[in-house]
């Protein structure tokens, strides 16, 4: 079991380039999810999922895509980068009713 | 919409003192709460969780309390060591309808030797 991966662990945009930050899972989770972590700000949630086909908006959505195509891959897309959206990006999935969250490496983004 | 408050944002403790974090949460249909520890560089991890059918839960030197009325839940470290120091993250979601996970802003722990 691989858990939750997460690609690319580094990444520098330019203000304007798009990209997205990948995440799959193997552990057959419905749940999937987005949060973006800025020093003194916490864990802050963008998007998140219940399900293939089902995406829902959390916190800070705004400057941010997904969608939830299979069970295992939940992207995060982002069209137009903007210097306010550099921070660390974490991947998380949980499922079977635990409950537990689990995360993944965290993919560093920087936008000049 | 749903909200998690924590407290302190930062806490230095002598070694084999006792820490406690405190959250508070304001969505009443909430019904899980864990606690995550992230050391400098790495992801969150869980160290310890409750429902809401639970007042107390304790895992050795771990302990986490549950009060639904007053929608407050706390995190107790006892005995401190070097190694408790990290950051720690308070979390709320309801695990049966949105599944939706918020995280309070977290809590730098410092035990000094």
């Known amino acids: 079991n691989a858990g939750v991966t997460q690609t690319p662990k580094f990444q520098v945009l330019k203000t304007g380039q798009s990209m997205t930050l990948q995440c799959a899972q193997d552990m057959n989770h419905e749940y999937m999810s987005w949060y973006r972590q800025d020093p003194g700000m916490g864990l802050r949630l963008i998007h998140y999922?219940?399900?293939?086909?089902?995406?829902d908006q959390g916190e800070v959505p705004n400057g941010y895509n997904v969608s939830r195509s299979t069970t295992e891959d939940f992207p995060l897309r982002l069209l137009s980068a903007a210097p306010s959206q550099t921070s660390v990006y974490f991947c998380?999935?949980?499922?079977?009713?635990?409950?537990?969250?689990?995360f993944g490496e965290g993919s560093r983004l920087t936008v000049l | 919409g749903e909200n998690v408050e924590q407290h302190p944002s930062t806490l230095s403790v002598q070694e084999g003192d006792s820490a406690v974090i405190k959250c508070t949460y304001s969505d009443s249909a909430s019904n899980y709460f864990p606690w995550y520890k992230q050391e400098l560089g790495k992801r969150p991890q869980l160290i310890i969780d409750i429902r809401s059918n639970v007042g107390e839960k304790k895992d050795q030197r771990i302990a986490v309390t549950l009060n639904k009325t007053a929608k407050h839940f706390s995190l107790h470290i006892t005995e401190t060591q070097p190694e408790d120091s990290a950051v720690y993250f308070c979390a709320a979601t309801d695990l049966s309808g949105t599944y939706k996970y918020i995280f309070g802003t977290g809590t730098r722990l410092k035990v000094l030797a």
């Open positions: 998380a999935s949980a499922g079977g009713g635990t409950g537990e969250l689990f």
């Open positions: 999922s219940v399900g293939a086909g089902i995406t």
